[in-house]
């Protein structure tokens, strides 16, 4: 059975750094990408950021280039989003999901994490 | 940026009627890389149709999804009490990757 759980969201002042994590298990990790999409309270669905399964390739959204960076360890089978230089506008349930498509980043999402809240707030 | 647009914004019915929502973008959707997507309150989306028409693994075949180009379909032949939650649709698959989801259809029992 496919889980991937997500730890490290909570309260940050705006303009500091946390960094989420995401253990998946259930599949054979490194062969595919994994992708962190996010919902602000009430709002709809923003992909936020995909990383082949390697590791090798990044991808981010405008909104986030230059400020989040993902990345993974394989051999821990876990994805992770570093978010520095945080707005109010970050304020979000961060999901990680796991790509459909094995050994490319098509960024569909055939399963996803439970989410956790990121609150940025003085 | 591909923009994605859905309509309605509620759609309010019974069980065991029929659904139709609707899913527009503002350029073509390369191979049809359209996904929909089903969000009840306090839940993670679940993945309903990859690839605009092919249903995704466990998902009832009361769902079933259409179109090509720009303009997109989800069905629910007769909806039952579990399927009133918020659908979203969302473009995938383009170069370099990226992904953008429409804001959103609420259906709800009327």
């Known amino acids: 059975e496919v889980q991937l759980l997500e730890s490290g969201g909570g309260l940050v002042q705006p303009g500091g750094s946390l960094r989420l994590s995401c253990a998946a298990s259930?599949?054979?990790?490194?062969?595919?990408?994994m992708s962190w999409v996010r919902q602000a309270p009430g709002k709809g669905l923003e992909w936020v950021s995909a990383?082949?399964?390697?590791?090798?390739?990044?991808y981010y959204a405008d909104s986030v280039k230059g400020r989040f960076t993902i990345f993974r360890d394989n051999s821990k089978n876990t994805l992770y989003l570093q978010m520095n230089s945080l707005r109010a506008e970050d304020t979000a349930v961060y999901y990680c999901?796991?790509?459909?498509?094995?050994?490319?980043?098509?960024?569909?999402?055939?399963?996803w994490g439970q989410g956790t809240l990121v609150t940025v707030s003085s | 940026e591909i923009v994605l647009t859905q309509s309605p914004g509620t759609l309010s019915l019974s069980p065991g009627e029929r659904a139709t929502l609707s899913c527009r973008a503002s350029?073509?959707?390369?191979?049809?890389?359209l996904a929909w997507y089903q969000q009840k309150p306090g839940q993670a989306p679940r993945l309903l149709i990859y690839?605009?028409?092919s249903r995704a693994t466990g998902i009832p075949d009361r769902f079933s999804g259409s179109g090509s180009g720009t303009d997109f379909t989800l069905t629910i032949s007769r909806l039952e009490p579990e399927d009133f939650a918020v659908y979203y649709c969302?473009?995938?698959?383009?170069?370099?990757?990226?992904?953008?989801f429409g804001q959103g259809t609420r259906l709800e029992i009327k």
């Open positions: 999901a796991k790509d459909g498509a094995e050994q490319v980043v098509r960024v569909v999402f055939d399963y």
């Open positions: 350029q073509r959707v390369s191979s049809s890389y």
């Open positions: 690839g605009a028409s």
């Open positions: 969302q473009q995938y698959g383009s170069s370099p990757p990226g992904s953008t």
């Open positions: 259930g599949f054979t990790f490194s062969t595919y990408a």
């Open positions: 990383i082949s399964g390697s590791g090798g390739s990044t």
